[in-house]
């Protein structure tokens, strides 16, 4: 997602003259072609994520849209103080871009788990929260963020991740990127969502019907937003997030009460395992097997109820 994401914004800052990128010291081999192209437009800031958040709300307010890039909860979760009062509170034009969500850094310990960003940032005013799948919605999130600048946040995964669909990305509703007519269905934000995918096909095996929804904006303006979701009896939303403040949340809160959510999420306690994405997504159960049971097992004890 990391390298669609810097060919995008070389795209959008060559019709944007405005467009700026500041960095914490990171993204080498990614970031160079940007700053090789826009030398005036490029700035690395150092290993000072909150400095880096003051710096770019400064050039916002002198007329720039600006991109803060670093990794998982540095830009975050770090500068969260940074983002409520010198970026929403004077609604300023900067998109903070994180990479590494969820626990893609897995492999360099719990410091670097990027584990409850959406839910502290939906709490404040204003700002934008868009977590694309896979490179496509990458692209079209960037596209659309250099159209519609104001505070935002960009939530990234690392690098590799496959492209799991070419449907374009409503961010007025969420994405039906598989439709079964079933009534069921698996929403899912991020990455985790090619996992959403392949349970859907494990599912189908047995018979099994179900939608999968990419949920990429996460900061809704109305309840209409959720239309597409009012027709599913069940809905199991999956996320590389803890409970709190994620995506289970906001649809047990906006959905009819005969619509069941379940969730399936990042333990709440903290984790002392390193390891890889893959192997840390299997402890926390966020993987397809896990996906596909949840709704078997669901289904069977509604029969038997």
């Not at 009062?85 to 034009?93: A, K, M």
């Not at 374009?168 to 990127?177: A, F, K, Q, R, Y």
């Amino acid at each position: 997602m990391r390298t669609a994401f810097i060919e995008q914004l070389i795209v959008e800052a060559r019709k944007k003259p405005k467009l700026f990128l500041v960095v914490g010291d990171l993204g080498f081999s990614v970031v160079e072609p940007f700053a090789a192209e826009f030398p005036d437009r490029f700035l690395n800031a150092g290993v000072a994520e909150q400095n880096m958040t003051g710096v770019a709300a400064g050039l916002a307010s002198e007329g720039y849209h600006v991109f803060t890039y670093s990794i998982g909860n540095f830009p975050t979760l770090r500068c969260l103080e940074q983002i409520r009062n010198d970026i929403c509170y004077h609604n300023l034009p900067v998109t903070v871009v994180a990479v590494g969500a969820g626990m893609a850094y897995g492999n360099l310990g719990y410091s670097h788990h990027c584990v409850h960003d959406i839910g502290a940032l939906r709490g404040l005013p204003g700002i934008t929260i868009l977590s694309p799948a896979d490179p496509g919605e990458t692209r079209q999130c960037v596209s659309w963020l250099s159209e519609n600048p104001g505070p935002s946040y960009l939530r990234l995964g690392k690098a590799g991740e496959p492209t799991i669909h070419h449907q374009p990305v409503n961010l007025d509703s969420p994405t039906c990127i598989a439709e079964c007519g079933g009534e069921v269905a698996i929403v899912g934000t991020g990455s985790i969502l090619s996992e959403a995918i392949e349970a859907s096909k494990l599912l189908a095996k047995r018979g099994i019907m179900v939608d999968v929804f990419s949920l990429t904006n996460l900061t809704p303006t109305c309840k209409d937003y959720f239309t597409p979701l009012h027709k599913f009896t069940r809905i199991l939303t999956v996320e590389e997030h803890v409970t709190a403040g994620g995506i289970g949340e906001m649809l047990g809160s906006v959905l009819d009460r005969r619509t069941q959510v379940r969730s399936i999420t990042i333990p709440q306690s903290f984790c002392s395992v390193v390891g890889s994405q893959k192997m840390l997504r299997t402890a926390s159960k966020l993987s397809a097997s896990e996906f596909a049971q949840t709704i078997v097992d669901w289904g069977s004890n509604e029969r038997q109820q």
